[in-house]
């Protein structure tokens, strides 16, 4: 079966807040992070718990130990990456669900 493609989500400024998150992160963190990443290319919307959680309204997150990545679905086998954060405990902060969902319906609104 083809893989899924991953695009990432660009803002207004030209920034890319998923590949900014990627680029900060330390290397075991971020070996976390692109085995997810190849995972949701391998597995697209079939991936499950306990490495893709969904947050409810088309928002999903992609889980390892030490990392979450945001993300949603985009037309025909396509995921958007929005944003990251390392997991320093086990719920979401409201601030970034808050930038998250803002994102999504930036995402909606230019489709």
């Known amino acids: 079966m083809a893989e899924w493609r991953i695009e990432a989500y660009r ?4 920034e890319i807040p998923a590949q900014t998150f990627l680029d900060g992160l330390d290397e075991e963190p971020r070996s976390q992070a692109l085995a997810l990443l190849s995972m949701l290319r391998q597995q697209g919307n079939a991936l499950r718990q306990p490495h893709s959680r969904a947050l409810g309204d088309g928002l999903f997150e992609l889980r390892r130990f030490e990392v979450r990545l ?3 679905f985009r037309g025909e086998r396509t995921a958007v990456l929005l944003d990251g954060m390392t997991k320093k405990r086990d719920d979401i902060p409201g601030d970034v669900m808050k930038r998250l969902r803002r994102m999504q319906r930036q995402l909606r609104q230019r489709k």
């Open 11 to 14: 803002l207004d400024t030209g």
């Open 70 to 72: 945001f993300y949603v």
